[in-house]
């Protein structure tokens, strides 16, 4: 069926500098995607989300890219701090079932 | 506001024994959602309901899972009988009639022996 995965499984980042985590799509339909940080023991949390008429939208430290063409999806996180590891999932929603489907999710180790 | 609220936080049976979750989802939220979430996965949608109504529960293995949201509220996601291959966490999430992401619990992990 269709669904949305990640790349790569595990993702090592130097404290301080830039994280970037990718994310392919195959639903042309989906017409909203999220993405999601799930620490050890904790539910998955919201981070930023953009609807498919954008291209890009930045919140705290995170900007979201979506390429509709490639349906490519990426989380860019400013500055990698120790707080942000954990796993992260990107989603998406839309179609006919209009609900939200994960992917597999990719583990972000800060190294110090 | 509280958030998302499960219990309990963990759970261990063993097989062929049932268990039930319980969840309270943020006031005012009209959708609920059950998922499960197997080791090393994403979560996966169990179950659905608006307000009282279960509208998708087209990945509940209907022969042993079974959930219910009397007045539209609180939630309950059972299993009997409990399998070996239920082992995962189980997730509740809510949100305002579907829109925009979802709110999640923190889970109730469950193991069988």
């Known amino acids: 069926g269709e669904s949305v995965g990640l790349h790569l499984p595990t993702l090592s980042v130097q404290e301080g500098d830039n994280s970037i985590i990718n994310c392919a799509y195959s639903n042309s339909a989906s017409d909203y995607f999220i993405w999601y940080k799930q620490e050890s023991g904790k539910g998955p949390q919201f981070i930023i989300d953009?609807?498919?008429?954008?291209d890009k939208r930045q919140g705290q430290r995170v900007t979201v890219l979506l390429n509709k063409t490639v349906k490519h999806l990426s989380l860019q996180i400013a500055a990698t701090q120790p707080g942000d590891s954990a796993v992260y999932f990107c989603?998406?929603?839309?179609?006919?079932?209009?609900?939200?489907?994960f992917g597999k999710g990719t583990r972000l180790h800060i190294l110090p | 506001e509280a958030g998302v609220v499960q219990s309990p936080r963990y759970k261990i049976i063993e097989k062929k024994q049932p268990v039930a979750f319980w969840c309270n989802p943020i006031?005012?939220?009209?959708?609920l959602y059950w998922y499960r979430q197997n080791l090393g996965q994403g979560p996966e949608l169990l179950i659905r309901y608006e307000n009282e109504e279960a509208v998708d529960d087209s990945q509940l293995p209907k022969d042993r899972f079974s959930a219910e949201r009397l007045k539209g509220v609180d939630s309950t996601l059972k299993i009997q009988p409990a399998e070996l291959g239920d082992s995962a966490v189980y997730l509740c999430?809510?949100?305002?009639?579907?829109?925009?992401?979802?709110?999640f619990g923190s889970g109730t992990r469950l193991t069988v022996v």
């Open positions: 989603a998406e929603k839309g179609g006919r079932d209009d609900k939200i489907i």
């Open positions: 953009i609807r498919s008429n954008m």
């Open positions: 006031s005012g939220h009209n959708t």
């Open positions: 999430a809510s949100s305002i009639r579907g829109l925009g992401g979802y709110t």
